[in-house]
């Protein structure tokens, strides 16, 4: 073919001399090209490529060195991976925001106001005091917020994944109806207790998973997060089951941090309008400071309240604006156990570890106790208690663990059916 005569032809080249003209030159490059277009067209691209490659790297000709196409071309970075480097670039810019106001703040304060304001007015001793208590409430502020930013989401375990054979016998199903089905036998086995909007299991398409309940997809992590919150950009992370308890605490330092701020900064602020302090060089960033705190504090404020909310109701963001489907229906309020309850399910049961961005949350993030529980719980030691009382016997009855009525919360039925039939099971259970 026209490959095997161009590397004849090479070969006689390759012994060019000195005495080779211009135009010879000239001709030899035109038939080159015209072999490698033949090869192109003969072998496919793929094989061009690798006769390209395979063919002599250089060339000797009147002494100078010619270098022939490149062996190996480096990867060009393609548009979708710039797009990616811009989104991750993009997303750092609110932390750094944030990181360039706190280092700002902390200079004005520390510098400008305790050291060249109030400690040049000769106290010393409320310099010092502001700048302790000051240190105290930065510290636990930035380890909040440290702790916040560099936690990663939780994500579902293996074993809410499909195992290889029913992922195929899914993806090759076309009904719909038979792949709920594959996808219920599979939820029977799982800690699983809420549905989609129209009744269905809640399955993640592109993580490839069964959900587990309050589990939701982050489509800027792109990962499934337990207990999701929010995407949070001032943080550039998802506010989860890992980390709502830091930013709770991030909120409220935060608070603290801008109140502190504001009332030590008012007393010099009101006098730099005055002719006291009008001429020293810490007056643009102590008014300065003022207003950026007092814009904060409002701003945080509000989210804090909001959020304080939500840990009473023991709900997420995504569930205060779409409620929680459960067998009887939706239900905003089905993971509310009373305030007492709610509150350490974030924050635990130790109280020492309340105020410390140390993780202290109960649960696992997977498995999360609902009213309906406490309900079956409550009929069934009614009636393990009428049983006892009636019959006077004195013996412990095992009834059969809560987890075994979720065939019921997974079946089709009002809740009345559901409460009925869960008070059947222990019924029976008792009296056998």
């Avoid at 440290?146 to 899914?170: A, G």
Wanted: hydrophobic share 40%; net charge neutral.
């Amino acid at each position: 073919m026209g490959g095997g005569g161009g590397r004849g032809k090479r070969s006689v080249r390759g012994r060019a001399t000195p005495s080779t003209t211009a135009a010879q030159e000239e001709e030899e490059e035109e038939e080159e090209k015209e072999e490698e277009g033949e090869g192109a067209l003969a072998f496919g691209e793929d094989e061009a490529e690798e006769l390209q490659a395979a063919r002599l790297p250089r060339l000797q000709v009147r002494g100078r060195t010619r270098p022939r196409a490149c062996l190996s071309r480096q990867p060009s970075m393609t548009p979708w991976r710039l797009l990616r480097c811009c989104q991750w670039t993009a997303a750092w810019v609110p932390v750094l925001f944030i990181a360039v106001v706190i280092c700002w703040s902390y200079y004005t304060f520390v510098v400008e106001l305790c050291l060249f304001t109030i400690a040049a007015q000769e106290e010393e001793g409320k310099a010092a005091l502001y700048l302790v208590i000051f240190h105290l409430s930065f510290v636990l502020f930035m380890w909040s917020y440290w702790k916040t930013i560099f936690t990663p989401p939780v994500c579902p375990s293996k074993e809410f994944f499909l195992s290889k054979s029913d992922e195929e016998r899914y993806k090759k199903e076309e009904r719909p109806e038979v792949q709920q089905e594959i996808l219920k036998r599979v939820a029977k086995e799982l800690p699983v207790y809420t549905l989609t909007s129209t009744r269905l299991i809640r399955y993640c398409e592109k993580c490839q998973l069964i959900k587990p309940d309050r589990c939701h997809h982050c489509s800027v992590c792109n990962k499934c997060v337990l207990k999701m919150d929010h995407h949070c950009p001032w943080v550039n992370n998802c506010v989860g089951f890992a980390n709502y308890k830091y930013f709770l605490l991030f909120l409220f330092y935060s608070l603290l941090y801008c109140i502190l701020v504001t009332t030590t900064v008012l007393e010099y602020f009101i006098k730099f309008w005055t002719t006291n302090l009008r001429n020293t060089r810490a007056q643009f960033h102590v008014l300065f400071l003022f207003f950026v705190a007092t814009m904060f504090f409002i701003s945080i404020l509000s989210l804090f309240c909001f959020h304080l909310w939500l840990v009473g109701k023991n709900r997420t963001t995504i569930e205060a604006f779409r409620a929680t489907v459960f067998v009887n229906g939706p239900d905003k309020n089905g993971f509310s156990l009373g305030w007492s309850k709610n509150w350490r399910q974030v924050f635990g049961d130790e109280k020492k570890y309340w105020l410390f961005p140390i993780f202290s949350s109960s649960g696992d993030g997977i498995n999360f106790p609902t009213r309906l529980m406490m309900e079956t719980e409550q009929v069934a030691g009614t009636i393990h208690h009428e049983h006892t009382r009636s019959s006077g016997s004195t013996q412990n009855f095992s009834v059969g663990p809560l987890s075994e009525s979720k065939n019921f919360l997974l079946a089709t039925g009002s809740e009345q059916d559901v409460r009925s039939g869960i008070k059947n099971h222990v019924t029976v259970s008792i009296e056998s």
